[in-house]
């Protein structure tokens, strides 16, 4: 039996977002574990899975997930959008079925991670993903700094997160403490029609006097 880990779309409808192959893996299975119950049951209907009769739990209240593994079923792990377990809760779902010898899959579908990762033109041979920096000016300031220097010294594109609300906080932290030249892509609304993705120096984008606004966002930071 194996526990497949199923892509959600970053936005708008499933059938655009995910390939015929994994449509028609994830229209055979019976059994669910989620991130949101509302959102995986808008996302399964979609696909036009009969979705009173599956059985879909909650990542985090079901006592025995990987039940339907031990009863010879497959089972399906899905976050509320982009790939589980990828700065989306599922890991250590993930974990326990590779302890317990049970087969994971990954299926093809959106991250938007790697989607941004791609259309920055920034460093994709060295990266690393930071995930969410502190809420605090000076502790996240001092994060910045950090993620700027490692950047420069390793070569390597840091990649991270914010809640939507704080992106513009974020964006202003970032052009006041990075060097002039260090590189910053932003890639907003991944995959819907009015998705973004603005690759500058620091130096143009102080020029630019940019806002993102309450958007899903991810930043991509790449310093000389």
Request: proline share 8%; with cysteine.
């Amino acid at each position: 039996m194996i526990l497949y880990c199923i892509p959600t779309p970053l936005g708008g409808a499933p059938r655009e977002a995910l390939p015929a192959p994994a449509i028609t893996l994830i229209r055979s299975l019976g059994d669910f574990v989620v991130e949101n119950a509302k959102s995986a049951r808008a996302f399964l209907g979609a696909l036009d899975l009969p979705v009173r009769e599956l059985s879909i739990k909650v990542i985090g209240e079901e006592p025995d997930p990987l039940a339907p593994l031990r009863a010879k079923r497959s089972l399906g792990l899905l976050s509320e959008a982009g790939c589980p377990a990828i700065a989306d809760p599922g890991a250590s779902l993930v974990e326990q079925a590779h302890r317990e010898g049970f087969r994971v899959v990954p299926l093809v579908g959106p991250s938007s991670i790697v989607l941004a990762l791609m259309a920055s033109g920034l460093e994709g041979q060295r990266f690393a993903f930071c995930g969410y920096l502190p809420r605090e000016a000076t502790d996240r300031k001092k994060a910045i700094v950090e993620l700027e220097r490692r950047s420069r010294s390793e070569k390597e594109t840091e990649i991270f997160i914010e809640t939507p609300y704080r992106n513009d906080v974020l964006l202003a932290a970032l052009l006041e403490c990075c060097h002039p030249q260090t590189r910053l892509c932003v890639a907003a609304d991944l995959t819907l029609p009015n998705e973004s993705i603005s690759s500058r120096t620091i130096a143009e984008w102080r020029r630019t006097k940019a806002a993102i606004g309450r958007r899903p966002a991810v930043f991509l930071l790449l310093a000389d």
